[in-house]
């Protein structure tokens, strides 16, 4: 079965989505939004809503820009505050929040995600990043952004230090036997006492053993340095791939390092993104498609794709081709969907914003029902994907007609499932509960 997450974008997936007559535009600070959207995404059947993050205005030294552009997220609730309200307002659906191992610290983190899974009664999920946005390193007493392979570095370490506090307790350490005065059995607890080279934790947690064990891990990137870190630590991988060959290629690297870890392929799911644009009918969807693109000024498209490639791009011709990008510190996976669509498709500076902006860099399926349908179960079934990690260009209307038009046909072919297999999102991703590893003690008779 196919495994659908959805990116929640406060003002929608398109840089102009917005702008649109029917788009909500406050749900950067009106949480009523969020009810109502969260159980828009439920009545989908969607395994999972997620949020990306950071922990500083992206773009603010260009006000210019950033006046005309809400789609960096310049304002958002915060999002494991915004996810523990959804979780009364939900049921089934997967509560993902995106938190930075680069500017956070794994105790407060195992907290965050280990309660959040708790008042969800196991439906959290933690994207982790190491942050793509370098001039948050300002708001943490620092002037740079660390490289990237120390931020992997220090990823590593710190999602082992997260999954060895969340396995601080033993499922049954709580007895809250009020006859014999037990609350707790010190004998199913331990200390983590980790030492290692950027952290230094004792333990334990303070938050009895999550639901699921361990709250679903997602990984958000395509470097090798990501892939690593995924295929040794996580359940999912979120990537940007924009063509099916290159996601064919992302998909059998990415299951082989999997294996190389001791893991089974099917324990880490792989979702690239994907910009749906759906219409009753074809010409329903161009129509749509039309509106949005005429709703991105050509001077905010140069500007959104110079920040992607990392590069003032104002300075070459419009028409022109993509001149060499330097080796920023930025997201080195959409900079590299960047070199090989303007490769390998010969696209102009203008032609790549059109094309880019849209999507910003994932595959783009538009059509109608059966059209992105189509698309989707040739991906799932030519080993490109296990999943899709949807992005819809503006909220609340282009989601719900994904839920409204493409789910229905999915369910109708048998790909996506009609009701949730379980409670918890790792019983709805089909995703085994870590075990404790403590001893195993029958109950008293
Ligand atoms: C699909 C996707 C989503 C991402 N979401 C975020 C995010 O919400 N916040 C963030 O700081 N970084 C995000 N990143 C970037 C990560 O910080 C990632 O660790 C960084 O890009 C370096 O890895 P890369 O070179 O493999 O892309 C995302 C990356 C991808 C591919």
Same mark, same amino acid.
């Given at each position: 079965?196919?495994?659908?997450?959805?990116?929640?974008?406060?003002?929608?997936?398109?840089?102009?989505?917005?702008?649109?007559?029917?788009?909500?535009?406050?749900?950067?600070?009106?949480?009523?939004?969020?009810?109502?959207?969260?159980?828009?995404?439920?009545?989908?059947?969607?395994?999972?809503?997620?949020?990306?993050?950071?922990?500083?205005?992206?773009?603010?030294?260009?006000?210019?820009?950033?006046?005309?552009?809400?789609?960096?997220?310049?304002?958002?609730?915060?999002?494991?505050?915004?996810?523990?309200?959804?979780?009364?307002?939900?049921?089934?659906?997967?509560?993902?929040?995106?938190?930075?191992?680069?500017?956070?610290?794994?105790?407060?983190?195992?907290?965050?995600?280990?309660?959040?899974?708790?008042?969800?009664?196991?439906?959290?999920?933690?994207?982790?990043?190491?942050?793509?946005?370098?001039?948050?390193?300002?708001?943490?007493?620092?002037?740079?952004?660390?490289?990237?392979?120390?931020?992997?570095?220090?990823?590593?370490?710190?999602?082992?230090?997260?999954?060895?506090?969340?396995?601080?307790?033993?499922?049954?350490?709580?007895?809250?036997?009020?006859?014999?005065?037990?609350?707790?059995?010190?004998?199913?607890?331990?200390?983590?006492?980790?030492?290692?080279?950027?952290?230094?934790?004792?333990?334990?947690?303070?938050?009895?053993?999550?639901?699921?064990?361990?709250?679903?891990?997602?990984?958000?990137?395509?470097?090798?340095?990501?892939?690593?870190?995924?295929?040794?630590?996580?359940?999912? /991988?979120?990537?940007?791939?924009?063509?099916?060959?290159?996601?064919?290629?992302?998909?059998?690297?990415?299951?082989?390092?999997?294996?190389?870890?001791?893991?089974?392929?099917?324990?880490?799911?792989?979702?690239?993104?994907?910009?749906?644009?759906?219409?009753?009918?074809?010409?329903?969807?161009?129509?749509?498609?039309?509106?949005?693109?005429?709703?991105?000024?050509?001077?905010?498209?140069?500007?959104?794709?110079?920040? /992607?490639?990392?590069?003032?791009?104002?300075?070459?011709?419009?028409?022109?081709?993509?001149?060499?990008?330097?080796?920023?510190?930025?997201?080195?996976?959409?900079?590299?969907?960047?070199?090989?669509?303007?490769?390998?498709?010969?696209?102009? /500076?203008?032609?790549?914003?059109?094309?880019?902006?849209?999507?910003?860099?994932?595959?783009?399926?538009?059509?109608?029902?059966?059209?992105?349908?189509?698309?989707?179960?040739?991906?799932?079934?030519?080993?490109?994907?296990?999943?899709?990690?949807?992005?819809?260009?503006?909220?609340?209307?282009?989601?719900?007609?994904?839920?409204?038009?493409?789910?229905?046909?999915?369910?109708?072919?048998?790909?996506?499932?009609?009701?949730?297999?379980?409670?918890?999102?790792?019983?709805?991703?089909?995703?085994?509960?870590?075990?404790?590893?403590?001893?195993?003690?029958?109950?008293?008779?």
């Amino acid at each position: 079965m196919l495994k659908l997450s959805v990116f929640m974008s406060p003002t929608g997936g398109h840089v102009g989505g917005w702008r649109h007559p029917d788009a909500v535009t406050d749900a950067g600070f009106n949480i009523e939004r969020w009810a109502e959207l969260g159980k828009l995404v439920e009545r989908g059947k969607l395994d999972m809503m997620f949020l990306a993050d950071g922990n500083g205005v992206n773009g603010i030294e260009d006000p210019d820009l950033l006046s005309r552009n809400p789609t960096v997220r310049p304002v958002v609730i915060e999002p494991i505050t915004l996810l523990s309200t959804l979780a009364m307002h939900t049921k089934n659906v997967g509560l993902v929040a995106t938190a930075t191992t680069t500017y956070a610290e794994p105790y407060s983190i195992a907290r965050h995600f280990g309660s959040l899974d708790w008042a969800s009664k196991g439906r959290a999920g933690w994207n982790v990043v190491t942050t793509s946005n370098s001039a948050d390193s300002m708001n943490f007493g620092r002037d740079e952004h660390s490289e990237q392979s120390e931020r992997f570095e220090r990823a590593e370490e710190f999602v082992d230090v997260v999954k060895g506090l969340w396995d601080s307790w033993a499922d049954d350490a709580f007895v809250m036997d009020k006859e014999s005065g037990v609350f707790l059995r010190g004998d199913r607890v331990r200390l983590l006492n980790h030492k290692g080279k950027h952290f230094s934790v004792r333990g334990p947690l303070n938050c009895a053993r999550p639901p699921q064990g361990h709250p679903v891990v997602v990984v958000a990137g395509a470097s090798d340095a990501a892939k690593e870190l995924a295929a040794r630590t996580a359940d999912v /991988i979120f990537t940007v791939t924009e063509t099916k060959e290159s996601a064919q290629e992302f998909y059998a690297d990415f299951k082989a390092r999997v294996v190389k870890h001791g893991r089974h392929p099917d324990e880490v799911k792989v979702f690239p993104g994907a910009s749906i644009f759906v219409g009753k009918t074809e010409q329903d969807a161009e129509d749509i498609y039309k509106q949005l693109q005429d709703l991105i000024p050509e001077q905010v498209g140069i500007q959104v794709l110079s920040r /992607i490639a990392g590069l003032d791009l104002t300075q070459y011709p419009l028409d022109g081709p993509l001149p060499e990008m330097p080796e920023t510190r930025g997201i080195g996976s959409f900079r590299a969907a960047l070199r090989r669509l303007s490769d390998n498709e010969g696209y102009s /500076i203008r032609e790549l914003y059109q094309r880019v902006l849209p999507a910003r860099g994932h595959i783009m399926m538009k059509g109608d029902p059966k059209q992105v349908a189509d698309q989707m179960e040739e991906w799932y079934r030519d080993k490109a994907c296990d999943g899709f990690n949807l992005v819809a260009a503006y909220l609340p209307g282009a989601l719900e007609a994904i839920i409204d038009l493409v789910i229905p046909e999915l369910q109708g072919r048998g790909l996506f499932r009609k009701e949730y297999e379980g409670s918890t999102l790792r019983e709805n991703l089909g995703l085994a509960r870590p075990a404790d590893g403590f001893p195993y003690i029958a109950p008293a008779a």
